[in-house]
C-alpha cells in the first residue's frame, strides 16, 4: 500500500476533536472519494495527510514509513497537494505559478531548468490552462486558478494527490474536465484522495468512498455500497434515489425534494449533487 492510516485523531489546539479513529490504506491507481457535510473535518483530514498538520493519535505511513519522521521535502516529492482556491496576491503569472511546484526536485538556491519547464507546460495543457499561462494569477478566474493548483501539484510529479474539493470553483464543464483527469492520473499509477460535495463524484472516479460524519468514517467501502439512499439520508438529510442509468452505464444519485442538511439555504443544492445528479456524462 501506498498510503496507510490507522486509527488517525486531531484536535485543534485548545479546541474541539475533529476526528478520531479514522483507518484506510490507499493503493496505486485507486481513487478514494471522501464525503460529508460542511465542517465535518474532510479538509482537516486532507491536511493531516499532506503532513500540514501533526495527528494528535495514530499514524501515518507513506510507501511503508512513518510520516512524522519524514522531511517534508520528501513528502513533498511523493504528495501532492491542492487546497480549496484561495485569494492570491502576488501577480506570479500562471506558468510560473505552476512551475513552482517542480521546487522539492531543485537543489537549494538553484534554478529551474529546461526539464522543469517543460514538466510544467505539460501540465498547463493537460488541465487545459495554455491560453492563460502568461497571465497574472491575480487576474484569471477562481475556476482557472482552481485548473492551475491542480497543475502545479501535478508538476511535483506526486505518486499520490491529495484534492479538497477540486471542483467546487469550476463551471460544469471544467467539472468534468477534472473528474476525467482524475480518471487518466489514477490510470497512469497515481493514488488520488478527494473530498467532495457531490455524491455523484464517487460513481463517476473513485474504487472506494468514504461518509464523514460525526468525527469519524461513517462508512467506508465500494461507491456501489456506500453510497446508498439509507446512507445519504443520515449524512445530509435528504431523501435520495440512487438508480443505475443504461445510458451513462453507471449509477447516479437523484434527490426528491430539499431536505434538511445542517448547510441549509442554496448551499444545499451543492450537498445533494446539483448539478452533477442532473447531467448525463459517464466515465
Known sequence: ?????????????????????????????????????????????????ANLYRLRSGSIRLLGTEMAVLPQVEIAKKIGYVPQAHEIIFPFSVMEFVLMGRAPHLPAFSSPGREDYKKADQMIDLVGIGKIADKPVNEISGGEYQLAMIARALTQEPAILLLDEPTSHLDFGNQIRVLEIIDQLADSGISVVMSSHFPDHAFLTSNNVAIMQYGSFMAYGLAEEVVTAENLKRTYGVDVSIT????????????????????GGMEHLQCIGHPSVIASFGR
Not at 443505475?244 to 448547510?263: E, I, L, N, Q, T
Request: overall charge positive.
Open 1 to 49: 500500500m501506498i498510503l496507510e492510516v490507522a486509527n488517525a485523531g486531531y484536535t485543534y489546539p485548545r479546541g474541539p476533536e475533529i476526528f478520531s479513529n479514522i483507518s484506510f490504506s490507499l493503493a496505486e491507481h485507486e481513487v478514494l472519494c471522501i464525503l460529508g457535510p460542511n465542517g465535518i473535518g474532510k479538509s482537516t483530514l486532507i491536511r493531516c495527510l
Open 244 to 263: 443505475y442509468s443504461h445510458d451513462v452505464a453507471r449509477h447516479v444519485c437523484v434527490p426528491h425534494k430539499a431536505g434538511s442538511c445542517r448547510c
